[in-house]
């Protein structure tokens, strides 16, 4: 029979390997004089842009990465370590973490894998300064539209000056009359 403890390794192995298999970014942050409670505050803000904070022992962790080919960030684990995944927007997990740091100096960020390259403090501040997907698209949206819309005023206008002249000539002849 089995040992409840190695389930429970077992359980926490294997949901460790899901998720790195299924995130497009991870860091790895330090979490060493951080209240459960800003931590919990931490996994909200991450949970709503689609990112999860997880926490593992460093020595299930190290075997993990080893067994899927992470061994550059085998280096940064140390101490109290905890994972951040990210599954949609990596600019807004980085804006979180970034953010969450200014408020919490005890969160220290160790490194990651953004898009199968390794990144380190200086690039998560370049990300965290980026705009956000949905700021980007915006961007794009308005750059299109605005060509257009100034056609469109502009060819309104050429529409409304004969119009505004025939006014004034109309507005002239009546006050000739009088």
Do not use: W
């Not at 459960?36 to 709503?48: A, C, H, P, W, Y």
């Amino acid at each position: 029979m089995e040992r409840i403890g190695r389930i429970y390794r077992s359980t926490l192995e294997k949901e460790f390997k899901k998720r790195l298999a299924d995130t497009n970014s991870l860091f790895i942050v330090r979490y060493a004089g951080v209240k459960s409670s800003e931590l919990t505050k931490l996994r909200n803000n991450l949970s709503q842009n689609n990112g999860k904070l997880f926490i593992a022992k460093n020595s299930l962790a190290n075997r993990v990465l080893k067994e899927v080919d992470m061994k550059g960030l085998v280096d940064l684990l140390g101490g109290q370590t905890a994972f951040v995944f990210g599954y949609d927007d990596p600019i807004a997990i980085c804006k979180i973490i970034s953010a969450f740091i200014k408020e919490h100096k005890a969160l220290e960020f160790q490194g990651g894998i953004l898009e199968q390259k390794m990144v380190g403090q200086d690039e998560l501040a370049y990300l965290a300064s980026m705009p956000s997907v949905e700021e980007l698209r915006a961007k794009f949206v308005s750059c299109i539209k605005a060509p257009i819309t100034n056609l469109v005023f502009g060819l309104s206008a050429l529409v409304k000056k004969p119009i505004y002249v025939l006014n004034a000539i109309k507005e002239k002849k009546e006050k000739e009359k009088q």
